[in-house]
Every structure is written in C-alpha cells, then in structure tokens.
C-alpha cells in the first residue's frame, strides 16, 4: 500500500468554525508532514513530525494546530482561521527523513468564508 | 524568498521531442534534490533524486543533471509524451539538516 489518504477532500468553514483536516499512511513510514498550497504557487511546508515528534514548526500560526495521535495518522486543527488561509492542504510521509522520496495525498481543498 | 526557482512557468513540447525543465537554488546548503510531477487535484508523485555527490541520474525517460558550480539542476524527459503533460516542481533539501522547498513549477505540455 504505497498511498496516504487525506479526508475530508473539501471543507468550506467560516471563521468562528472548529474543524480538522485527517492524514493517514500505511507505508511503515516515520516521518508525515504538512504543507499549504495557493494557486499557482508552490507547496510551502508547514509542520513535521519524526517518531511522532514534532521536529520543525516553520512559524505557522497558532490557529493551525497539528496532532500525530501514532506513526500513522497525522490531524491538523483548525480554529478562527482567516479567509487567506484558504488553500489546498496537503499532507506527506517518507520513510525517515525531509530529503527522503515523500508520498502525497490528493489534498484537502478549504475555503474560509 | 524563494530559494528555489523555476524560470520558465510553462513549456510546450511535440511528442517524442526532448523535454528539459530548468531549476535553480541560491542555498549551497542544499544537497539533494528531487522532482515532483502534480496533476490537477492530485499530489505531487516523486519522479527522481539526485545527492550533491552525483552529476547525473537516469531512471527511464527521466535524467536529471546537476552543476552544483551554477547552483542548477535540469530534468529532461526522452522521448515526450502526451501523458507528462503536468506541473513540475523541482525540491532541494539539507539532507541534515531540516530543510525543504519546492520550486515554483513549469507547467509541461506535450502536444500529440
């Protein structure tokens, strides 16, 4: 099983909404990650776990909110996000580390009204 | 700022025509770099790596040269074909340290 699975694939929110975004791997792999995506711009990475550690937070404001409950799922928590936080969501696991060959989800695609 | 670019956002290619995206990174920090190819509401799907230690690496269709002197890194594609038609994104990394950034992306077609 070489896919990671992301629910839900679109999420529209309004700014006083509580919502999570859910990543899931089966591949054994030990690093996940999560990155935002605007249009016509690059993935921008956002937060990384190793062994379910936290090891990078790239100044990512606090309404974004990660969770890595085990090796194998990896939730991000919304709350009082903003309408420029509207984006495609993407998460990735490898097998150890950054530089490794990562594998991507489809994405979930939020909207902030 | 962007540590990695892709100058040119888009290329257009006949089938069986050579394909050759250009990447550059301003961080010699950098040691490993990778290719990405998204489609429309997928992720990007890994296509080839390269450690700072090598110039080149070939995988099929897929060879992917670097000048570490230029700080640069292309991806060529032998021969083009309709299905590459997708967005490109070079990725440079510290295998070390906790970097990683995707460049800006050229948008592929291949026309049949």
């Known amino acids: 099983d070489t896919e990671v699975t992301q629910t839900p694939k679109h999420l529209v929110m309004g700014m006083t909404n509580k919502k999570s975004l859910k990543c899931e791997q089966h591949?054994?792999?030990?690093?996940m990650y999560w990155y935002k995506q605007k249009a016509k711009k690059p993935p921008e990475l956002m937060f990384v776990?190793?062994?379910?550690?936290?090891?990078i937070n790239e100044s990512v404001p606090s309404r974004f909110s990660p969770e890595c409950p085990n090796s194998s799922l990896l939730n991000l928590h919304l709350h009082a996000l903003q309408p420029e936080d509207s984006a495609l969501y993407l998460c990735?696991?490898?097998?150890?580390?950054?530089?490794?060959?990562?594998?991507f989800g489809p994405g979930t695609r939020l909207t902030v009204l | 700022d962007q540590q990695v670019k892709q100058n040119s956002p888009s290329l257009s290619v006949q089938e069986g025509r050579i394909s050759i995206l250009n990447c550059d990174y301003t961080?010699?920090?950098?040691?490993?770099f990778l290719w990405y190819k998204k489609y429309p509401a997928e992720g990007p799907t890994f296509l080839i790596s390269?450690?700072?230690?090598?110039d080149k690496n070939e995988d099929g269709r897929f060879t992917v040269f670097l000048n570490k002197s230029a700080k640069h890194l292309s991806l060529h594609i032998v021969p083009s074909q309709p299905g590459d038609s997708a967005v490109y994104f070079c990725?440079?990394?510290?295998?070390?340290?906790?970097?990683?950034?995707f460049g800006t992306g050229t948008s592929l077609t291949v026309i049949p």
């Open positions: 776990y190793s062994y379910e550690k936290l090891s």
């Open positions: 961080n010699s920090m950098f040691d490993y």
């Open positions: 390269i450690s700072s230690i090598k």
């Open positions: 990725a440079a990394s510290s295998f070390t340290g906790n970097q990683f950034y």
């Open positions: 591949m054994g792999h030990r690093a």
């Open positions: 990735a696991s490898s097998q150890l580390r950054l530089a490794n060959e990562q594998f």
